[in-house]
């Protein structure tokens, strides 16, 4: 979240507060209490669980108490609340990381609730001032000074309504955390594969033993040529007895031709496992 993303949700958030002190009709009075906010006389504020405790300096030398707060959401209401807010992966993420998504009260009006109070009666005020006008200009005062808080920390609000930011982050992680560890898949013990222990005669590696398939069909290679027929004839000197038959380089291819058959032939035997060779 970049610092202008971050100022515009702050003012967000302090604009709401304000809101419910726009629609009191007292306008002088609120003039006065922003009067009072403005120079200094919220001498502090500090909260005790989920109440506001202020002291104002009016009129008097001694300064005027003055308590706020609102109600509480209930154990069950705020299940459901952190039920939705880790159901939506963006908000959950901006929680996780302490900042407030700046459409947070989506998560409160899907489940039937409100995080900003809908009018001032909405919040409980008391003053130990004479002025029996509620806000009086000592409570808006304080009123202000909660928007400036607000505009600093958005999470005051979730503590106003009985949840602090630590809890919330501490329940997110939990219930996140829960999911993971029911979705995530069972991891199966996996065992390295074993090597199969083999032993190798190498010997006789290259022999084979075993007759084929009678189903097997074998390729015998063409008798009708053989590597004599694509050489050629053989060239061999021609001899004077030889001039009128046949030349020695018939004679020699003739041979050899017998012997390439007869070579075939056992050849293809052994394939089929009929004979030896």
Request: net charge negative; charged share 25%.
């Amino acid at each position: 979240m970049n610092n202008d993303t971050l100022q515009a949700s702050r003012e967000w958030w302090s604009q709401k507060w304000l809101e419910l002190l726009d629609s009191y009709r007292f306008k002088k009075r609120l003039e006065r209490a922003r009067n009072y906010s403005r120079q200094g006389n919220v001498l502090n504020i500090e909260f005790k669980g989920a109440k506001v405790l202020a002291r104002v300096q009016g009129s008097e030398p001694e300064p005027y108490k003055v308590s706020l707060s609102i109600d509480h959401f209930s154990e069950e209401e705020w299940g459901y609340v952190i039920e939705t807010m880790s159901q939506r992966a963006i908000f959950a993420a901006k929680l996780l990381a302490g900042e407030m998504p700046q459409n947070i009260e989506e998560v409160f009006t899907a489940n039937g609730l409100s995080l900003f109070p809908f009018t001032l009666s909405d919040v409980h005020s008391k003053c130990s001032c004479p002025d029996k006008a509620n806000p009086c200009k000592h409570i808006g005062a304080v009123y202000y000074q909660l928007g400036d808080r607000f505009s600093e920390d958005p999470f005051v609000l979730f503590q106003l309504r009985g949840r602090t930011k630590e809890q919330i982050i501490s329940d997110l992680r939990q219930l996140r955390g829960a999911k993971v560890d029911v979705t995530a898949p069972e991891t199966p013990e996996t065992k390295p594969p074993t090597q199969p222990s083999l032993s190798v005669n190498l010997g006789s590696f290259w022999e084979y033993q075993e007759p084929l398939e009678s189903s097997l069909v074998v390729i015998a290679p063409s008798g009708s040529e053989t590597v004599l027929d694509v050489l050629g004839a053989i060239p061999l000197a021609k001899t004077e007895e030889s001039t009128v038959s046949s030349t020695s380089g018939d004679v020699v291819t003739k041979y050899l031709d017998t012997v390439y058959q007869q070579v075939s032939q056992q050849a293809m035997l052994v394939a089929m496992n009929m004979g030896g060779g």
